[in-house]
């Protein structure tokens, strides 16, 4: 009973497994030591399946809680010289496909995907790559053009749109 009141305030994955280690060595089986756990920890215990695999980790030595390196290909291949092409890419066409931008690399269509959404913080927007978030200067920016734009329409509402002069859908100039 001294250990499954011990065992009460067990919330992460690795002190559980400490607890199924200590159950363990002192010789209790696998359904005693799942029981113990669904007993002090209700809903959060681990499953049974979890408990057994634990156990048979036990059984080969292995005590150690935390995840092992494992061998083989890495979750993903993504490197800062491919994020850095992507980026480019986007940058001389914001129109561009995440199709071709995958075809022009030699890449997977989802991982450019990954890379544009969760990487480089951009999503397709009206067609346009386009960042989720403005960052500081391109606020400053934007509210200052904001502002020059309202004062040259308050001097003149009537000749404003006469005036415009757009040279791209990022720059919008107003001529004297």
Same mark, same amino acid.
């Given at each position: 009973?001294?250990?499954? !009141?011990?065992?009460? =305030?067990? $919330?992460?994955?690795?002190?559980? *497994?400490? $607890?199924? $280690?200590?159950?363990? #060595?002192?010789?209790? =089986? +696998?359904?005693?030591?799942?029981?113990?756990?669904?007993?002090?920890?209700? *809903?959060? =215990? /681990?499953?049974?399946?979890?408990?057994? %695999?634990?156990?048979? +980790?036990?059984?080969?030595?292995?005590?150690?809680?935390?995840?092992?390196?494992? /061998?083989?290909?890495?979750?993903?291949?993504?490197? /800062?010289?491919? %994020?850095? !092409?992507?980026? *480019?890419?986007? #940058?001389?066409?914001?129109?561009?496909?995440?199709?071709?931008? =995958?075809? +022009?690399?030699?890449?997977?269509? *989802?991982?450019?995907?990954?890379?544009?959404?969760?990487?480089?913080?951009?999503?397709?927007?009206?067609?346009?790559?386009?960042?989720? @978030?403005?960052?500081?200067?391109?606020?400053? !920016? $934007? @509210? !200052?053009?904001?502002?020059?734009?309202?004062?040259?329409?308050?001097?003149? /509402?009537?000749?404003?749109?006469?005036?415009?002069?757009?040279?791209?859908?990022?720059?919008?100039?107003?001529? +004297?």
């Amino acid at each position: 009973m001294e250990a499954c !009141q011990a065992t009460r =305030a067990i $919330s992460t994955t690795s002190r559980r *497994e400490l $607890s199924s $280690s200590f159950f363990f #060595l002192q010789g209790k =089986a +696998q359904k005693e030591i799942n029981a113990i756990l669904i007993e002090t920890l209700g *809903e959060h =215990a /681990p499953s049974y399946a979890k408990v057994k %695999n634990w156990v048979a +980790q036990f059984k080969r030595g292995d005590f150690s809680t935390c995840v092992a390196h494992r /061998p083989g290909r890495p979750k993903t291949v993504t490197t /800062p010289e491919i %994020n850095d !092409q992507i980026h *480019e890419l986007i #940058l001389e066409d914001c129109r561009i496909s995440a199709k071709s931008i =995958a075809e +022009q690399l030699d890449i997977s269509r *989802e991982r450019v995907g990954s890379i544009i959404h969760d990487d480089l913080d951009m999503r397709k927007l009206s067609a346009k790559w386009v960042p989720k @978030c403005l960052n500081a200067d391109k606020k400053c !920016q $934007s @509210c !200052q053009s904001s502002e020059q734009h309202l004062r040259f329409f308050r001097c003149d /509402p009537n000749d404003f749109l006469s005036r415009l002069v757009t040279m791209d859908e990022r720059n919008l100039i107003i001529s +004297q």
